[in-house]
């Protein structure tokens, strides 16, 4: 059974940085699909970025991320990072992280297994 733990969320200015990470227990994250996914009030859970955890895959971006954000990942593979430059306002949102066996695309919240608590970040201008 995985389970994920985000932290690094927090409240930073419009065009700050944040540095969200991952923990996954339970099992080491081998040949995962993983993702970050976030949701404002009001909104439907979106993907921010995925990837599989074997190496030299690139990951898949949101529009939204592209340019801005970074998904990588520790060797040991127990840890997903989210590294966010010149955040704006409409960043702010729950913050998930989440994993599944396989990756079924196009990218939907309802195809990922497990999920961790979120972690909040807020941009304000």
């Known amino acids: 059974q995985v389970q994920l733990q985000e932290s690094g969320g927090g409240s930073v200015q419009s065009g700050g940085s944040l540095k969200l990470s991952c923990a996954a227990s339970?099992?080491?994250?081998?040949?995962?699909?993983v993702g970050w996914f976030r949701q404002a009030p009001g909104k439907e859970r979106e993907e921010v970025a995925t990837?599989?955890?074997?190496?030299?895959?690139?990951?898949h971006y949101a529009n939204s991320a592209q340019g801005r954000f970074t998904f990588s990942q520790d060797n040991a593979k127990t840890t997903l990072y989210l590294q966010m430059n010149s955040l704006k306002p409409e960043d702010t949102a729950l913050y998930y992280c989440?994993?599944?066996?396989?990756?079924?695309?196009?990218?939907?919240?309802?195809?990922?297994?497990?999920w961790g608590q979120g972690t909040q970040v807020t941009v304000s201008s």
């Open positions: 989440a994993a599944d066996r396989v990756c079924r695309w196009p990218i939907a919240a309802k195809n990922f297994g497990y």
């Open positions: 339970g099992a080491i994250l081998r040949h995962y699909c």
């Open positions: 990837t599989y955890t074997d190496d030299n895959t690139t990951p």
